[in-house]
Structures are given as structure tokens and as C-alpha cells.
């Protein structure tokens, strides 16, 4: 049981580190980049101003 609450911790922290990766290359992508993906500005800000606990 003990086991299995460890793996889930790691499993969350490894998620919210993958998140935050992602949202900071986000915030540092060109505007050229971000048409390109088919993202707006405001969509970014959007996502950077989330509160961490949403999905």
C-alpha cells in the first residue's frame, strides 16, 4: 500500500513537471511559432494564468 501511494506522488510530480516544461515553452515560443501551432496569445496567457491544481 505504501508502495503504491510512492507511485503515485512520483507519478503526479513527474505530470506537473511535465506541465510546466510545456507551458514555459509556450511562453517563450515567437509569434510566428505560435500561428504556426495554431495558438493564440491569449490562449497562452490563458493557460500560464491556470491555477496548477486544474487539469
Not at 504556426?36 to 497562452?44: F, H, L
Request: proline share 2%.
Amino acid at each position: 500500500m505504501v508502495v503504491r501511494a510512492w507511485r503515485a506522488l512520483v507519478e503526479t510530480v513527474r505530470i506537473r513537471r511535465e506541465r510546466s516544461r510545456a507551458r514555459d515553452q509556450l511562453a517563450a515560443m515567437s509569434e510566428r511559432e505560435l500561428l504556426d501551432c495554431g495558438m493564440t496569445r491569449a490562449e497562452i496567457a490563458y493557460e500560464l494564468h491556470k491555477p496548477r491544481r486544474r487539469k
